[in-house]
């Protein structure tokens, strides 16, 4: 391990005034007293007052409207000033190196602690052998075999601290890291980062707890509505107090300068964001992220057993539902053959889409704090369907191969059972980019669950099985043009040659083909392309919602240097 550090950063902001979608204008005219490597600035103020707002804005993960934020590097790397609508850019060649630490506990709770960190230390690009040592500065070793689960709250809090060490942070924010703490532990926590500090970091924290503001060098209050509170040492504020206590400040608004209000920055159009640069690249992330996948999934007995338990029921039912030799050519049974191949379909849709669901609303906190540092979105999804692929394609060939091995299916060659297991799996993979897709939008896996049925209706109703399409209404012929399901009970048609069986099927059989029409007309693969291309656009949606809601921070990783940081 080295122990070359790089230099220390120095952080303030001046009339910083931040907007909120709506219109609202949570924070105005914070001035922020310079903190730079070593020192500690605490942010207090009531609930909702805007700490929170402001750390974000300091971290460059909100443009304000108006004001700087300067992150200077200390010694050589030159500095980056923020301005309205701006975000902090890099010094030449060398990335200032932040963490931030969010409100929540936010770390993959099935997983062993050990593992968690590892996992996010390969993520990082840092050496997952700095692992222990980390652990045991946070007074966390004896916990690390831990799953994360069964930690204490406070256990939890030095946890989520623990995984931004890792990255060896010259500047780390973190939202109040003392909440829900016992008044020990809360002091605990505050001492150990005065003494990370004095390792050459700079600390900013968010605090309701004024015992906290003892431990800082500046501290700065914000008073209600956004407005600027007080700020200065601990001793001034003090002495401020109109009865000595940190709690008489808490609504005191700071005096207006002589001359009235400093003069307002005029907005500016936003510049682009820079450019998003993690210190690992694609593949290397999409392997750690593949094998973190793997590993939730085997530590998540419950979601394991359930993700390989629920196609085996549905198989199972269907081998129950089905009678067999519908599609004996001498004596065939056409309406059961067309609802034997719409139920494959629609459980092949059934499978990708109960995997997709809840994947990414399950752990978006985790996504959204890896991805202010480090994470890159195609590497995160392509593993998703690394790891999900596979069980979908065994699922769907297992559904074919039992269903024909109990005469449920055509004694076809194995050309026309290929052409079917291409169906089904290109149908899975289309309801599994639907399914990330919608988890990508939900935020809980509450909201993931009322999803569900909502997807699966459409899907049935208009897939042209029960209701011809050319039999539908006008509206229901378009709609049924998006249901992937449509697509691939055609494409299974096609592939099982329904319009030759139907031929033979006697009145039923010419019955049927008058109503379908030309469904089953065209080649399987021109199913098979649609199928393709809607699973792909739908990962292109999944990835569009997930940049927006996860967005990266102006102060992005760089981990070219330096041991963890030492207290
Ligand atoms: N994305 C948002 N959209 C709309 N309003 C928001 C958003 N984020 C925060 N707010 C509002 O802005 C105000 C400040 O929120 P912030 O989370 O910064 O408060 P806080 O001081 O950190 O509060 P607490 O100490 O309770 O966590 C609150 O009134 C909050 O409801």
Redesign the pocket.
């Known amino acids: 391990m080295t122990t070359v550090q790089p230099p220390g950063v120095e952080l303030s902001a001046r009339g910083v005034e931040l907007v ?3 219109g ?1 204008v ?1 924070l105005s005219g914070i001035d922020v007293p310079t903190v730079g490597p070593g020192r500690v600035l605490g942010v207090a ?1 009531g ?8 750390l974000e804005v300091l971290a460059g993960l909100r443009v304000p409207r108006s004001g700087r934020v300067s992150v200077r590097a200390a010694a050589t790397t030159g500095d980056a000033e923020q301005g309205a609508g701006e975000e902090p850019e890099q010094g030449q060649g060398q990335a200032l190196r932040y963490g931030f630490v969010p ?1 929540d506990d936010i770390v993959h709770r099935a997983l062993p602690l050990r593992t968690a960190l590892e996992y996010a230390a390969r993520l990082r690009g840092t050496d997952p052998g700095d692992v222990p040592l980390v652990l045991a500065e946070l007074g966390l070793a004896e916990a690390a075999g831990q799953p994360v689960r069964t930690l204490s709250g406070g256990q939890r809090k030095r946890a989520s601290i623990a995984i931004e060490l890792l990255s060896r942070p010259r500047l780390l924010f973190l939202d ?1 890291p003392t909440s829900g703490l016992d008044p020990l532990a809360g002091a605990q926590l505050t001492q150990y980062l005065v003494r990370l500090a004095a390792s050459g970091v700079t600390v900013v924290f ?1 605090t ?1 707890t004024p015992a906290d503001l003892h431990h800082c060098d500046q501290v700065l209050f ?1 008073a209600p509505n ?1 407005r600027p509170g007080p700020s200065g040492t601990p001793d001034e504020l003090l002495r401020l107090s109109p009865d000595g206590t940190f709690e008489a400040l808490y609504s005191v608004e700071a005096p207006v300068p002589d001359g009235g209000s400093p003069p307002r920055e005029e907005p500016r159009a936003p510049a682009a964001r820079p450019r998003f640069s993690p210190a690992t690249g694609r593949l290397r992330q999409w392997a750690v992220l593949t094998g973190r996948d793997l590993r939730l999934l085997r530590h998540d007995r419950l979601t394991a057993a359930i993700t390989i338990g629920s196609p085996l029921i549905i198989i199972a039912m269907f081998a129950l539902l089905f009678r067999p030799g519908v599609f004996d050519p001498d004596h065939p049974a056409p309406a059961a053959s067309a609802m034997v191949l719409f139920w494959i379909a629609f459980g092949a849709f059934f499978f990708g889409l109960a995997y997709g669901l809840p994947q990414i609303c399950g752990e978006l906190p985790v996504v959204r704090r890896e991805r202010r540092t480090v994470l890159r979105l195609w590497p995160y999804l392509l593993a998703k369907l690394t790891v999900l692929g596979p069980v979908l394609l065994l699922a769907d060939a297992l559904l074919l191969v039992v269903l024909r091995a109990l005469d449920r299916l055509p004694s076809a060659d194995l050309s026309v059972h290929a052409s079917l297991f291409a169906t089904t799996a290109l149908a899975s993979f289309a309801a599994l980019a639907l399914g990330l897709c919608c988890s990508a939008l939900v935020s809980e896996p509450s909201q993931a669950a009322l999803v569900l049925p909502l997807l699966c209706f459409p899907q049935v109703l208009f897939s042209g099985a029960f209701v011809p399409v050319p039999n539908m209404a006008a509206g229901g012929r378009w709609i049924s043009v998006a249901m992937t399901n449509r697509w691939a009970f055609e494409a299974l048609g096609s592939g099982a040659d329904l319009e030759t069986l139907w031929r033979g099927g006697g009145p039923e059989g010419r019955a049927l083909l008058d109503s379908y029409g030309d469904s089953f007309g065209s080649p399987a693969w021109v199913g098979w392309v649609i199928l393709a291309g809607c699973a792909v656009a739908l990962l292109v949606v999944a990835w569009l919602v997930l940049r927006r809601r996860c967005p990266t921070s102006a102060h992005r990783l760089s981990t070219s240097d330096g041991g963890p940081v030492r207290p």
């Open positions: 909120l979608p709506g609202a949570a103020g609930s909702g007052a805007g700490k929170t707002l402001l409100q109040e968010t309701h914000i956004g």
